[in-house]
């Protein structure tokens, strides 16, 4: 079984920084992509940052310049550091990875569980 499970959520003023964790962990062969997501409440959940290998980065519009996805490929870790946060910041921010488990099985999709960014203006 494989988890991924976000950390570094949280309360914060608008124009702060947040810095998000997640970590996968279980029967991991090799990881391709990394990345954030979030879903504010209404809305469906959309992509903020990702990361499809290592040191290549995508980015939505809204958050260029002020967030950044990093990867530490040995610790199977995806950060999101938050900087310059407005309200439309607020969110559920989601992780998610593309992975094997094993050499001769297919890329899966994992999610974590999501991690609350509550921006207060």
């Known amino acids: 079984q494989v988890q991924l499970v976000e950390s570094g959520g949280g309360l914060v003023q608008a124009g702060g920084s947040l810095r998000l964790s997640c970590v996968a962990s279980g029967t991991i062969f090799s990881i391709n992509a990394m990345g954030w997501y979030r879903q504010a409440p209404g809305n469906t959940r959309e992509p903020v940052a990702l990361s499809p290998s290592a040191g290549v980065t995508n980015y939505a519009n809204s958050v260029k310049g002020r967030f950044t996805i990093s990867r530490d490929n040995a610790k199977n870790t995806v950060y999101l550091q938050m900087d310059r946060l407005n309200a439309e910041g607020t969110a559920v921010y989601f992780c998610?990875?593309?992975?094997?488990?094993?050499?001769?099985?297919?890329?899966?999709?994992?999610w974590g569980q999501g991690t609350q960014v509550t921006v207060s203006t």
């Open positions: 998610y990875a593309t992975l094997r488990t094993a050499w001769n099985t297919p890329i899966v999709v994992k």
